[in-house]
């Protein structure tokens, strides 16, 4: 018999992550069960503390016909900075099943980032939907952030920032702020402006309150003060963050006017995507593609792309035919020949990869060019001398034959300078031809490296054996 006065536990509250982060199938499990219910209670005590980002990650795990139901039941609670931590396809489908005072009503309380952020990938028509039911200062805000060239600072910055006029001192500064209730969520400086909303320069905040009152807030102006152009692509941004460790950096017209300001969080997005980007390039893949979209979507991106490639392997494939006499007098050579055109395909990728992050990163230039190149040649040398003697020892000892080994070392040194090279001269020459080497240069390089090595192997083989 229980005692009166002890009292059943409560059941133990889901945890959202398992012990490798990823989101646990039973909580997806019970917010399903609540959004089908249309119980709000249970929906509330299971996400009201989740962080935008993990609410973002439970949105992705979801049914993609509960995800927008979801939203709407939450209503009001549900904060639209959880739409900008989810895949671009499954924001979309989630924005075209709301309605559009829902989403106007969402985005303004948004930081003008993010909003932009959620509304950028929509149709002009349906952003205009959506712009139409917000109030005229923020919808032309908003609008004029949207009409940015993509992938511009622009299109990154917050239109929300602290500007002070010149005449003013520290004590004025500190009043504003602290009488004024519609600030930035957070800033790191404020900035003066002329009479014309020019910008004159930037104050850190934790200069600012160091200061007396008295001092006349022109006095504290950073003298490396940064700024960028709001046509200045985002990339770009993102190194001048990097170079001069910026935390902010306001963001001006074309007559120099303020228009906003980018702070590193935003720059930290910038890195990812840029990052996420040129990894996908190097395989073949379309930047914007995404775990969530269909196998229809995937299979049209990646479809040309690989046609490219199956017409180089076709190219490759013809160097062994004009050697298909040589092949059939000796099996050996049909055996080794991918050896070397694979170790030639390897070491390019290798010198590649470092060429595409270092132009990518302006490391790489007109400066050093001669000079990498140069180092590149004699590492491919170097590689090449060691894996002659090891492929010809191997090769030897297989064939029971020295001159097999000595011909497939030959043609290893040929491949993998042949590879070194490919690996960096492509990619320097698609930058100066204004191509994104991150896209091409995989397949230019790997048929260059198939060509040489087929060649030069089947093309000693011939000269050392006297085939015909």
């Not at 008295?214 to 709001?230: G, K, Q, R």
């Not at 893949?285 to 269909?294: A, F, R, T, Y």
Request: charged content about 25%.
């Amino acid at each position: 018999m229980l005692d009166e006065d002890v009292k059943p536990s409560a059941a133990p509250a889901l945890e959202l992550h398992d012990a490798q982060g990823r989101v646990r199938a039973d909580f997806v499990e019970a917010v399903s069960e609540a959004v089908e219910r249309g119980d709000l209670a249970a929906l509330r005590d299971l996400v009201e503390d989740l962080h935008q980002s993990d609410m973002g990650a439970l949105i992705e795990a979801l049914d993609h016909d509960l995800r927008a139901r979801f939203v709407e039941l939450l209503g009001a609670e549900f904060d639209f900075t959880a739409l900008t931590e989810v895949d671009d396809t499954v924001r979309d489908e989630i924005l075209e099943e709301l309605p559009s005072a829902t989403v106007a009503q969402g985005v303004r309380d948004l930081d003008s980032d993010d909003a932009v952020a959620i509304l950028q990938d929509l149709d002009k028509q349906d952003q205009d939907e959506i712009l139409d039911h917000l109030p005229a200062s923020e919808r032309l805000a908003l609008a004029r952030s949207l009409d940015y060239p993509e992938n511009s600072a622009g299109r990154r910055m917050q239109t929300d920032y602290i500007a002070v006029p010149p005449v003013w001192t520290v004590g004025h500064a500190i009043d504003y702020m602290r009488e004024t209730e519609d600030l930035p969520e957070r800033f790191y400086e404020i900035y003066v402006i002329d009479a014309e909303l020019r910008l004159l320069g930037a104050v850190a905040l934790d200069r600012l309150l160091r200061t007396k009152r008295p001092v006349p807030i022109l006095d504290l102006l950073d003298e490396e003060h940064w700024s960028v152009h709001a046509t200045d692509d985002q990339e770009e941004v993102a190194r001048l963050f990097e170079r001069y460790d910026l935390v902010s950096v306001p963001v001006v017209d074309a007559d120099g006017r303020l228009v906003g300001v980018i702070t590193i969080d935003d720059i930290v997005d910038v890195i990812e995507e840029e990052a996420d980007e040129d990894l996908k390039a190097l395989g073949g893949v379309k930047g914007d593609e995404e775990l969530s979209d269909s196998f229809w979507v995937i299979a049209k991106g990646r479809f040309n792309w690989l046609l490219i490639n199956l017409a180089t392997a076709f190219l490759a494939s013809s160097v062994l035919g004009a050697f298909e006499g040589q092949l059939q007098q000796m099996v050996a050579l049909a055996v080794l020949a991918p050896i070397v055109a694979s170790q030639g395909g390897n070491a390019a990728t290798q010198t590649m990869t470092v060429a595409v992050r270092a132009l990518a990163t302006r490391e790489l230039g007109v400066s050093n060019a001669w000079r990498v190149v140069r180092r590149e040649f004699l590492a491919g040398l170097v590689n090449g001398l060691a894996f002659a003697v090891i492929a010809g020892l191997a090769a030897a000892v297989w064939f029971r034959t020295a001159d097999i080994g000595l011909v497939i070392g030959l043609a290893m040194i040929c491949n993998l300078v042949a590879g070194a090279l490919g690996g960096i001269l492509i990619p320097l020459a698609l930058s100066r031809l204004k191509a994104d080497p991150a896209v091409s240069s995989g397949v230019f390089v790997t048929t260059v490296t198939d060509v040489v090595g087929f060649f030069a192997f089947l093309g000693i083989a011939t000269l050392w054996f006297h085939l015909r």
